[in-house]
């Protein structure tokens, strides 16, 4: 059954493949499943069609059959449990990528999203320019742990799993801020999972939703 996810009709971040959509895109391409995607606009995703699927009002929500997820994590790790190709077949190795994805959403991911909201919406706020290395600093401890990990290894664990899907999803947050520079290891593991061809396929299907939406 082909499933269908939702995505945003005018997407907020213009086609730069950041919209938590395109995690769900990028897994179903590792793993050759074929999908279909319901647009949805802001006004839509607060209407009881959709916050049937997600009671937060957010995308991506993910529907096979009776089946229907929320939050990209959960959404990932069930395409990797059911197909091949995310997950490593050893047990071990199999909960370490797993982990992963955990500390990608869980760790890594909330100092980075507190950035973003000091720079776009705290910006005018008298305390924002005492606050702002105080955030930056937490997303650069973060980084630095994380570095000190990878080391000069293509990947977290091993082979390529859904735990490095989910962690250059986060990271790629990161880009054009200059903080990754900082980190050449870390900003060369995000190029490589920029290079995937299932990336690469992902990020078109997405930029064409914004490309038809600008031009509509």
Do not use: C
């Amino acid at each position: 059954m082909t499933p269908t996810i939702t995505a945003f009709e005018r997407s907020p971040d213009r086609g730069k493949g950041l919209a938590r959509d395109m995690r769900v895109r990028w897994a179903l391409e590792e793993v050759g499943q074929p999908y279909e995607v319901r647009l949805v606009s802001f006004l839509a995703m607060k209407e009881p069609a959709h916050l049937a699927l997600h009671p937060f009002a957010q995308i991506p929500t993910y529907e096979e059959g009776d089946l229907a997820l929320f939050e990209t994590g959960s959404i990932v790790f069930h395409i990797a449990e059911r197909h091949a190709g995310l997950l490593p077949d050893d047990a071990n190795a199999r909960a370490r990528a797993i982990t992963w994805m955990f500390a990608a959403v869980n760790t890594v991911e909330p100092p980075i999203l507190e950035l973003a909201t000091v720079r776009l919406l705290e910006g005018d706020k008298p305390w924002s320019k005492e606050r702002l290395p105080l955030v930056e600093n937490r997303v650069r401890d973060r980084l630095k742990q994380l570095s000190g990990r990878l080391g000069d290894a293509d990947w977290l664990d091993g082979a390529f799993s859904a735990g490095d899907l989910m962690m250059v999803s986060v990271l790629l947050r990161l880009k054009g801020s200059g903080m990754l520079d900082e980190y050449p290891n870390l900003s060369a593991y995000v190029a490589r999972g920029e290079a995937r061809p299932a990336y690469k396929r992902a990020f078109d299907a997405q930029l064409a939703v914004f490309t038809a939406a600008s031009s509509g």
